[in-house]
């Protein structure tokens, strides 16, 4: 199970919960909606870890190759066949599974199964969610040292989004969690004149305070905000929306990861989905930013 560490100067918004019972899986729900990252205590998937984490990512390779290997995960796996002529299937064939296609068949069939695995879990959490859309990521190269942000997608609709980790590596996956991005954003609003973004999709500032707030990529890990210490365990499962928790990587081998859009209507309470959220936001603080502040445009 994970190790938490918690600041006393971010929100306690990190919570352990069982999932036996329907009232479990109900206060799962209401908690997520919340905003809170929510670890599950006893749950982990079915799946061969020792097989899994024995596969090596971190290949050496031409550049454009390895770039491209962060992303190979999901669909791109599923798909890949010993026969392939596309030079990059030839080579993570070939660098990855040894040119052994009973390995790679036996990669793709735990591929399935962690997707449909989490697919349950997600139904039997979220029953009435009209969802939209899902994608799953393998992400077996290492991550390590990333700033702390929100996400932001570039995706312009408005959706709810459960997002769905697990760590597979035997080394745990390292991450630091701080504020929920509504009482962040409340906290700097008139000082990073986040009024010039109302009317905005919500990505747009969630990427704001990342760049001028947090220092985005040109001062990496320079933000100073205070934050939770989590240490994920193989097999840990957890869940979070990344829009809303302010999270980093620190360090991570190997992961899978899944996300589920769905429409926001459906969540129990509407009114705590991510574009809502911002949406209130500005409206709480319309009538001083029109009376004060001039409107200028982002950085
Ligand atoms: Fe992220």
Known sequence: MATIIRDPLVEDNIVELDIVTEADRSDIRRRYEAGQLILLRGFRYDLDFKFLDSLCFDVDGPPEFLRKLKKYGGDKIAQLCPESANPLDQFVFAAVFQADAGRLAYYQDQVASGNAQCDALYTSIFPDY????????????????????????GI??????????????????????SHHIGHYAESIYDQYDLGALRGRIGDDLNRHVNTVALGGMKAPCMD????????????????????????????????FAA???????????????????????????????SANSPVTAPA
């Open 130 to 153: 009209r969802t939209t859309k899902s994608l799953y990521t393998w992400r077996f190269t290492s991550t390590k040292y990333e700033n702390l942000h929100w996400d932001n997608f």
């Open 224 to 255: 100073r905000l205070p934050r939770h210490h989590l240490a994920f365990e193989q097999g840990d499962v957890w869940l979070c929306e990344t829009r809303i928790v302010c999270h980093q990587i620190y360090h991570g081998e190997k992961a």
């Open 259 to 289: 996300m589920y859009f769905s429409d926001p209507a459906s969540m129990e309470r509407p009114e705590l989905g991510f574009d809502a959220l911002i949406e209130e936001l500005h409206a709480r603080h319309l009538p001083a930013h």
């Open 156 to 177: 312009p609709e408005t959706f709810h989004q459960v997002r769905i980790f697990t760590n597979i590596a035997k080394s745990p996956r390292l991450w630091m969690t």
